[in-house]
């Protein structure tokens, strides 16, 4: 059979899409118009759609590759719209090569860029700018809540509320059309203008109320920012080896040996928080320290939660201030005693380390709470600012023109189609798909 050979956008395409390496089962995907050609030369013919049948699947020269559970998704009813064929081997090197050389030998067949089956599904239609988002974020998810919160939008949340605001919006882009039609004066707001401007305030609160989430979607999609702040010596850096039961900074009795800030990633109950140590908060004489103090204070100036750190035996740093900070007195172990208010910590021995986890975790979650959030990036940040500003000017009172009123609605409906990625796509795509693995 004949299928003109096309190595470009509409070449088929393969990947490995599961992790690289020595694993129980590798999955191996192709889509694409060869793919029944494929199945039919390699599979011994092309299955029933969607039921996993076992097969042996066999090289241009007869020779048998691996014996694989394969599945055929038939073209439309597939993830990228295309005819997609998978491939469950068994998770060797050896066969995962060789299996992926079988197949981009054929003709037509070609190995595929990172992101570009969930490119083929946004540009098939079967996913919106926002669900590929959520995709992304899903695949990178470490923790419960991020997990949450990507499934949630790669099941389309946000392009559904997006396609509902934009629905509205054109309603009463609508309205002000036959007003403008209807009317013999045109400097009289009629009915029909009043009911437009109402439908812009209606979705003007909701997009406010979106926006309002967007704090707490972009932070558990990066990680809540808790610092480690205090005098050179309090102990910053062995209670983070500790809290992170691992060693990551370099702890030094000399002072002053942090000179630059090091994170780790923690998970505290499904919340992701990202803890930085930074350098001795201190003034000094050398310049390369003055740097990290100077870095430490703006880590701390924009972090979620500052654990503000003296050692239970020196005295309380005098640079920080007290909004937004959790005081800790570290060395418990030492025979002094910690200041009420403060939450004593051993890093040696371990005490105290379960009370400031909890501690932290408590009061990160009392931020913004209520309806998980839509928006998670800067992208729809932006966006959703843009439409707000646009409605505000469309809602204003004393606005009598329905032609400036329509105008400021049409922009609202352009900022919300970018948002979903109807028009002004490209660029957001391809970073994005640019930060996909292959086989995604
Ligand atoms: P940083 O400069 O604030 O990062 O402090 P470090 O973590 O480097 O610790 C400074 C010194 O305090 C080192 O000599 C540590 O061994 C000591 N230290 C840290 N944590 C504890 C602790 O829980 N108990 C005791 N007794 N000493 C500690």
Known sequence: MAIPVDNGLHATIVALSSAPGRAGVALIRVSGPHVRFVLETMAGGVPVPRQATLRRLSDAAG???DRALILYFPTPHSFTGEDVAEFHVHGARAVVARL????????????????????????????????????????????????????????????QVTEGWRGRLIEAMALLAAELDFSDEGDVDGPLVERARAIALEVLAELRQALGSFARGERIRDGFVVVLAGPPN????????ALARRDVAIVSPIAGTTRDAIEVRLD?????????????????????????????LALAARADLVLRIRSVDAAQDPFLGTDNTLA???????????????????????????????????????????????LTRQRHRVAVAEAIEALARAARPGLLEAELMAEDLRQAVVALERLIGRIGVEDVLDQLFAGFCIGK
Do not use: H
């Not at 309090?234 to 080896?241: C, D, H, I, P, Y």
């Open 63 to 65: 020779e048998t590759i």
């Open 268 to 296: 505290l109950d499904g919340m992701p928080v990202t803890l930085i140590d930074t350098a001795g908060l201190r003034e000094s004489e050398d310049m390369i320290e003055a740097e990290g103090v100077r870095r430490a």
């Open 234 to 241: 309090a102990g910053k850096s062995s209670l983070l080896n």
């Open 100 to 159: 992926l050389e079988a197949l981009t030998g054929s003709p037509g067949l070609r190995l595929a860029e990172p992101g570009e089956f969930t490119r083929r599904a946004f540009e098939a239609g079967k996913l919106d700018l926002a669900a590929v988002e959520g995709l992304a974020d899903l695949i990178d998810s470490e923790t419960e809540w991020q997990r949450r919160q990507a499934l949630r939008q790669m099941e389309g949340a946000l392009g």
């Open 328 to 374: 800790v007195a570290s060395k418990s172990d030492l025979p002094v005693p910690s200041l009420p208010g403060e939450i004593a910590v051993s890093a040696e021995t371990g005490a105290g380390l379960a009370e400031l986890l909890s501690a932290i975790t408590t009061r990160l979650a009392d931020g913004p709470q209520g309806e998980p959030a839509l």
